[in-house]
């Protein structure tokens, strides 16, 4: 099962009220402006009146389309969930071809999505411990990658390509929590911290020792 069949989001609806129309370009500038200052803020000094003079709304405007700025984070995070989901596509589902490429194209894809939306990821990081909605959408999000990523790794092991060992649930809730952990330090330059452009290929070596016992898996 790839990760984007488990682990589907759920952006139409979470912690905001309805929109007036599909597609309205209010709602999108007010996700726009939120990510933009982002970039070079922190989400606690960023106001509703920032979000709405940004958006070009009033501050009761702002309230029709979000109860509050956090229900604008859960909504960012929430697509860029979705983002992440539907660039990994099939790819575990096409792991035997060439294991070693498969893994590293999820890991890539994965590392491209976080990256274009560095800002949404670190500020979800940083208010993960005093935002429950935001703890508790990351903890759902993640128990289906571990349980995609545990799949994958039980598969590999039936077909003779992986060798038995921990728990295949164990190994993906280490090796996702790694991900998490290296992405947030290299995006966020909180050392120490691994170059960004050596980080896919780390964090390829280290899946395939743990999973493989050995850097080159065998083919199909």
Known sequence: MTPARAATGSATSRGR???RSVGDDRETAILATAERLLSHRSFADISIDDLARGAGISRPTFYFYFPSKGAVLLTLLDRVIEEANAAAGDVLDRLAENPRDRWRELIARFHETFGAHRAVVLACAQVRGTDAEVRQLWARVLERWVQAIEEAIEAERRRGAAPDGLPARDLAIALNSLNERV????????????????VVDVLLDVWLAAIYRSTTPPPA
């Open 17 to 19: 009220r309805p929109a």
């Open 183 to 198: 992405w947030y330090a290299t995006f966020a330059g909180d050392g120490p911290a691994v170059a960004e452009r050596d």
